[in-house]
């Protein structure tokens, strides 16, 4: 990312930032200003062909995936691109069997395709709209990948029970059993669910 301060509240905060503190998951967030080469460090430029909006550079994106994969070997590299695959549940699944995750943060309005040719194992998006950046798309993907991680959620069965591992998620509901009117399902309240 270009942006590192765009994550520090988020994954501090919630189960995510409980998971941490119990070292469940480790996040890193590294700038990838710190890998541009020239003295203003530069991670964009004009695109060929001309149009709209600066290109993201695969030298500078070359040097910090390097450094990634070499810091974190079998890691699997990601870039976040509306172009990707889209974000599924089986995806979210196999992606926490990896020890190492590297999520690559595009920004402004593209990244050099040789990025995605070359350098990254896959390209993933979270839907089918466009973000100002990859840095939401990563922060979607890690809350979704780490609660497929042990100890996470607190009850494992949750993360069985859950929308997409069980279907539909059914209603729920909780104390009162009557509020203005709205009454909880009998069959909930009887205890024979
Ligand atoms: N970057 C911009 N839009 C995106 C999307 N929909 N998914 C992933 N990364 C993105």
Redesign the pocket.
């Known amino acids: 990312t270009i942006c590192p301060q765009f994550f520090a509240s988020c994954l501090g905060e919630g189960l995510l930032g409980k998971a941490s503190d119990k070292g469940l998951v480790r996040i890193e967030v590294e700038n990838l200003r710190d890998y541009a080469t020239d003295k203003h460090q530069k991670v964009d430029d004009e695109p060929y062909g001309g149009g709209a909006g600066m290109v993201m550079k695969v030298d500078v994106w070359a040097a910090a995936i390097a450094k990634a994969r070499a810091d974190l070997p079998g890691a699997r590299v990601v870039l ?3 172009q ?1 695959e889209t974000l599924s549940d089986a995806a979210t699944r196999w992606l926490a069997q990896n020890e190492h995750l590297v999520l690559c ?2 920004r402004y309005e593209g990244v050099d395709e040789r990025v995605a040719e070359n350098l990254v194992d896959e390209t ?11 840095e939401p ?2 922060l979607v993907v890690i809350d979704a990948v780490a609660r497929k991680l042990p100890g996470v959620i607190g009850r494992a069965e949750s993360v069985e029970t859950d929308t997409f591992a069980a279907g539909l998620k059914y209603p729920q509901y909780t104390r009162p059993p009557e509020y203005r009117g709205w009454q909880v399902p009998e069959v909930l309240l009887n205890g024979d669910h």
């Open positions: 976040l691109s509306p990707g943060c595009g993933l998006s979270i839907g089918d709209y466009v973000l100002t950046g990859g798309a990563a």
